[in-house]
Structure formats: structure tokens, C-alpha cells
Nanobody, 124 residues
Framework: QVQLVESGGGSVQPDGSLTLSCAAS????????MGWFRQTPGKEREFVAG????????DYANSVKGRFSISRDKDKATVYLQMNSLKPEDTAAYFC?????????????????WGQGIQVTVSS
């Protein structure tokens, strides 16, 4: 497992933008992929976006496709989530996750390291 530290959350108005960052401890990551998930009270945690570490292949939930962009900096062992055109329904706690196992980026069960979560609130 690797320790993950998220940053960049906060409050923003609808149609605004935020960028989340997630750094792996020691700025070293040798796993297969990293991803972002989100959760609202009373609902299950859901996949948002994922990126394979070596090739940079990406996958997005339909609800964020075209608005969010995931990227990674291998030298810094950091993954980013650029969120544009934010909507009130994007309000949630966002979790960074990392996995060593090979498999679908959106398969939550494959992720074995999780950050503590960071709140994103979209409201006027």
C-alpha cells in the first residue's frame, strides 16, 4: 500500500473550476494506476476518472466526460483531476486511490490504497 495525500478541494460556484491533486508518499509510485472516486452522504462511492501509470490511458464516468480531465506527473508521483464546468451535483467528497492490480480503471475493488478524501462543494 501507498499513502496518498489529496489537496485542492473547496467551494466554487456553478460553472467554475477546481483542480485536485493527489501525491503518493515519498513521491514514488510503482503501481499500475491511480484514480478518483467520489461519495455523497447516503450514496455509494462512485468512479470518477482513472489513469494508467505507464501508458497514461484514461477512463471517465459518463457524468464527467468532457468536463473533467485526469493527468499524472510520474516524476512527482502525483495525479491531478482538473474539473471544469462544475455542477451542484458534482458536490461530494473526492477520494484518490491507487492500485497495483491489472484490470479496469473503474473497478473500485481493485484499488488497495486510498486517500482520506477531500470535499468539493458546488453552490451559488
Amino acid at each position: 500500500q501507498v499513502q496518498l495525500v489529496e489537496s485542492g478541494g473547496g467551494s466554487v460556484q456553478p460553472d467554475g473550476s477546481l483542480t485536485l491533486s493527489c501525491a503518493a508518499s515519498g513521491r514514488v509510485f510503482s503501481g499500475n494506476a491511480m484514480g478518483w472516486f467520489r461519495q455523497t452522504p447516503g450514496k455509494e462511492r462512485e468512479f470518477v476518472a482513472g489513469i494508467s501509470w505507464l501508458q497514461g490511458l484514461t477512463d471517465y464516468a459518463n457524468s464527467v466526460k468532457g468536463r473533467f480531465s485526469i493527468s499524472r506527473d510520474k516524476d512527482k508521483a502525483t495525479v491531478y483531476l482538473q474539473m471544469n464546468s462544475l455542477k451542484p451535483e458534482d458536490t461530494a467528497a473526492y477520494f484518490c486511490a491507487a492500485k497495483r492490480a491489472i484490470g479496469r480503471l473503474r473497478d473500485q475493488s481493485l484499488y488497495d490504497s486510498w486517500g482520506q478524501g477531500i470535499q468539493v462543494t458546488v453552490s451559488s
